[in-house]
């Protein structure tokens, strides 16, 4: 199906060298055949055409081919190879310097894309420069799309430097943000609730922990923590 379409596409392009939208199908159906070299060509004659440039959409279009291409990588060491460990290392790190500089240089091409912001905050916490992550969450907390997300993550930047009051302020912040009881308001009243622990509010910290074990004992090791709590009491 993917060979038959390309022709066609092909064909068409010839005369219609300007579909960019073509191109871009073009360059998904040779990503999906494994064909990434192939693939991010036609990124590349995208990136090249007028009106191809500019658009932030399709820089995350070809980055994403080119992370399918390290993961395509990975799928094709061999386990049982001497080297195993140390290529997929290699390929990890070479995959994660990638999507950092490409990240940065999306945030430096479109400052104000706030969406753009929050990712490169992930990825500088991913990388371990938290004081840069710190930077782009803080700008992130004005998509209202990912407010919730940014604090958090706030609350965990906090904690790595040692500030734990800061994070628990942020990590208030975000719960009383956060409606329902989802899983991503077991991880807050988590991630606080372990905060406090380390600032040695216990009984405040039981009390995160109780709500995620009143709807979900099988959270992490809340329900270890809370009957350790009681056990103890007793």
Do not use: H, W
Not at 70 to 87: G, I, K
């Amino acid at each position: 199906m993917a060979d038959r379409l390309i022709r066609e596409y092909s064909a068409r392009l010839a005369t219609e060298p300007r579909n960019i939208k073509l191109m871009r199908e073009v360059a998904e159906l040779y990503a999906q055949k494994k064909d990434f070299d192939k693939a991010l060509e036609y990124c590349q004659k995208i990136k090249s055409a007028e009106g191809g440039n500019n658009d932030p959409s399709f820089e995350q279009f070809a980055t994403g081919i080119s992370l399918k291409r390290f993961d395509y990588s990975l799928t094709q060491l061999d386990p049982n190879a001497s080297d195993y460990a140390e290529c997929v290392a290699r390929i990890e790190a070479e995959r994660a310097a990638f999507e950092l500089e490409e990240c940065k240089g999306r945030a430096e091409r479109y400052p104000t894309d706030l969406q753009i912001r929050y990712e490169l905050g992930e990825l500088y916490f991913k990388a371990g420069k938290i004081n840069e992550a710190l930077g782009e969450f803080q700008k992130a907390l004005a998509n209202p799309n990912r407010r919730i997300q940014a604090m958090a993550f706030l609350g965990q930047c906090f904690a790595r430097k040692g500030m734990n009051d800061m994070a628990a302020r942020r990590l208030q912040e975000a719960i009383k943000e956060k409606p329902g009881f989802d899983d991503e308001k077991k991880e807050l009243l988590y991630q606080l609730g372990s905060v406090l622990e380390k600032m040695g509010k216990t009984d405040e910290a039981i009390e995160q922990f109780k709500q995620i074990y009143e709807a979900d004992i099988g959270y992490k090791d809340v329900s270890t923590k809370v009957d350790a709590y009681y056990a103890g009491k007793a």
